[in-house]
Structures are given as structure tokens and as C-alpha cells.
């Protein structure tokens, strides 16, 4: 599976972005998918997930502000952002897990078998 991603740029805070995740490979509609982020200096962290089957899960920081969702029909991921703040900015990936695991989701980076170049969302204050 290949990823690109795309849609990030600069906003001002409080504002709205939507990134997309495009990707190859017939078999998108078995993965789950996920976003990630990595601000300048610090780890790479979870943000959302989205099952085949369309359940979410998303992290406490971005909880009511953002939401993910997936078109299996197109092969696409998407993350609307709103009410974005300061501390947002980051390059966002997205990445695709293999099914079989315990948990259709997981929020470590080395559960994830692909990933997108990433996209950078700078939110000035």
C-alpha cells in the first residue's frame, strides 16, 4: 500500500483544515487507518483511527475538534480539523495497519505497516 497525503497549509487559530490521505492496492478496505503527528522536537503521537468497517477513535487532544473518516469506495482517508490551536502544528501522516491484531486500532507507531509522506499544518496564534 502506498499513501500520499495532502491538504495541510497555514491557518490561523481557530480555523478549519481537511487532509486526505489517498491510497493504492486493492485490499484499502482491509486496513485500519490512522493519523498521526509530529511536532518539531517531540515524538510522533496518535490522533485518530478509522476501522474498515468505519468505527472512530480519536485522542483525547483532538476529541470533538476533529474527526476521520474513510471512503473505501475511493481509497481515500480524510481528517477534518476545526478549532485549531498553536500547539496543533505539526507534520501530519497517515498510515495503514494490517488487520489480525488484539485491538482494531493502535496508537503506537510500530504497529503500523505504511505510511504517507506527511503534510505540515502550521496554525499561527
Known amino acids: 500500500v502506498q499513501l500520499q497525503a495532502s491538504g495541510g497549509g497555514l491557518v490561523q487559530a481557530g480555523g478549519s483544515l481537511r487532509l486526505s490521505c489517498a491510497a493504492s492496492?486493492?485490499?484499502?478496505?482491509?486496513?485500519?487507518m490512522s493519523w498521526f503527528r509530529q511536532a518539531p522536537g517531540k515524538e510522533r503521537e496518535f490522533v485518530a483511527a478509522?476501522?474498515?468497517?468505519?468505527?472512530?477513535y480519536h485522542s483525547e487532544s483532538v476529541k470533538g475538534r476533529f474527526t476521520i473518516s474513510r471512503d473505501n469506495a475511493k481509497n481515500m482517508v480524510g481528517l477534518r480539523m476545526n478549532s485549531l490551536k498553536p500547539e496543533d502544528t505539526a507534520v501530519y501522516y497517515c498510515?495503514?495497519?494490517?488487520?489480525?491484531?488484539?485491538?482494531?486500532?493502535?496508537?503506537?507507531?510500530?504497529?503500523?505497516?505504511?505510511w504517507g509522506q506527511g503534510t505540515l499544518v502550521t496554525v499561527s496564534s
Open positions: 478509522v476501522s474498515r468497517s468505519a468505527n472512530t
Open positions: 492496492g486493492r485490499t484499502f478496505n482491509t486496513y485500519t
Open positions: 498510515a495503514a495497519m494490517r488487520p489480525g491484531g488484539i485491538m482494531w486500532f493502535s496508537q503506537r507507531v510500530s504497529s503500523y505497516d505504511f
